[in-house]
């Protein structure tokens, strides 16, 4: 069966540093994989997608960077944190030939200090 | 994506039937109504989808309006575990070199009263 972890789980970082959130998907070969965000009281944005290694399309400009290295593998980045990065941020991925479902990790909660 | 109008927040009687809202009345004809929803702390979880015809599974059950303008997602006996907000999503079947994104709104906060 597929699974999709994410780590750390909770992340308290001071403005200015660097994150690195990284997501990776078990059981499963060329998926398609979206990063979203989602601020206190607010719904998910969609950050970034890759349907494939290198491959990174982004939805919104921000502070905020993504990579797949391998197949199955997702890091979110920045060099320099804002206050208004806080959030809970979410690895999803879906297989390449379904439209349907879309999986969800459990989620990393950034605060950045 | 079209856009979808959801209560902001609803209450329900545990045991019962709950029946949550959505309007989407710009679908188009391509467009499939999603339901995702969201325990508190935790990611987003697929329950159901459907196009025109009526849709239950082991979840719930989705009642599509014949003009496809609105919908309903049907909890049958709604439990404690069922308190989490309901997001209810318009989008095509498939997209441009199978990216699947999903446009997520502030979707229906459900409480189960015990």
């Known amino acids: 069966s597929q699974t999709i972890h994410q780590w750390p789980a909770t992340l308290v970082q001071p403005v200015g540093s660097p994150l690195s959130l990284e997501c990776t998907v078990e059981g499963t070969s060329n998926p398609n994989l979206y990063w979203y965000r989602q601020a206190a009281g607010r719904g998910l944005q969609l950050l970034f997608y890759s349907v494939g290694i290198g491959q990174i399309s982004s939805e919104v400009p921000q502070n905020l960077s993504a990579s797949r290295p391998q197949d199955r593998q997702f890091i979110l980045s920045s060099k320099k944190l804002l206050l208004s990065d806080s959030g809970f941020y979410l690895c999803?991925?879906?297989?390449?030939?379904?439209?349907?479902?879309?999986?969800f990790g459990p989620g990393t909660r950034l605060t950045v200090t | 994506d079209a856009k979808t109008t959801q209560p902001t927040s609803m209450d329900c009687a545990e045991g019962r039937a709950a029946n949550l809202p959505c309007n989407h009345s710009t679908i188009s004809g391509n467009e499939y109504v999603y339901w995702y929803r969201q325990i508190h702390s935790q990611g987003p979880q697929y329950i159901i989808h459907?196009?025109?015809n009526n849709e239950t599974n082991e979840m719930a059950s989705l009642i599509i309006t014949e003009d496809r303008k609105s919908s309903t997602l049907i909890l049958p006996h709604a439990t404690l575990r069922d308190t989490a907000v309901y997001y209810c999503i318009v989008r095509p079947s498939r997209l441009n070199f199978g990216n699947e994104k999903l446009t997520f709104g502030t979707g229906t906060r459900l409480t189960i009263i015990p």
């Open positions: 999803a991925w879906n297989p390449r030939d379904s439209s349907y479902e879309q999986y």
């Open positions: 459907g196009l025109k």
